[in-house]
């Protein structure tokens, strides 16, 4: 079986139209209700850039992974939250979050349970064990 590959920073939205907002297991809602008005407007962010939407500030922080993929930080006038998909070890995203003033909550997808951790070295676990994981 083959590798996945990815192209870099060329954005995941075509991706998500073919395989979820396809009309067959979601609508387009990027032409609902009007393609001049849609629900949803694509938005590429770049790494390590901020990005205001809906009036808060939006960085994408890029982890290892065996694909492209990067966590998220979102800061507003009430502090920051964090969200990152299944990740391995990323040295980086702890060195960016423990800069951020006022980070409220970390939300952290993990793939698998703790007793297959040494076994899964490319993927989080639910032991993180202390602030930042090793």
């Known amino acids: 079986m083959r590798a996945a590959r990815h192209r870099r920073h060329q954005g995941n939205h075509s991706g ?11 609508p ?6 009007t393609p001049q008005k849609p629900t949803i407007r ?8 901020t990005a205001i ?26 502090g920051a939250v964090a969200y990152s998909g299944d990740t ?3 040295e980086r995203l702890w060195m960016v979050l423990n800069e951020v003033p006022d980070l409220r909550a970390l939300l ?17 676990t639910t032991r993180l064990g202390r602030w930042p994981p090793r």
């Open 16 to 26: 998500l139209e073919e395989a979820l907002f396809n009309n067959l297991i979601w």
């Open 88 to 90: 391995g070890p990323t």
């Open 108 to 124: 952290l997808e993990v793939s698998y349970p703790n007793r297959e951790q040494s076994s899964r070295r490319c993927r989080a």
């Open 42 to 49: 694509y938005l590429e962010l770049k790494p390590e850039k």
């Open 53 to 78: 939407v809906a009036g808060h500030r939006v960085r994408a922080i890029l982890v290892d992974h065996t694909i492209e993929g990067c966590a998220f930080i979102v800061e507003g006038p009430d």
């Open 28 to 33: 387009d809602f990027s032409v609902i209700p």
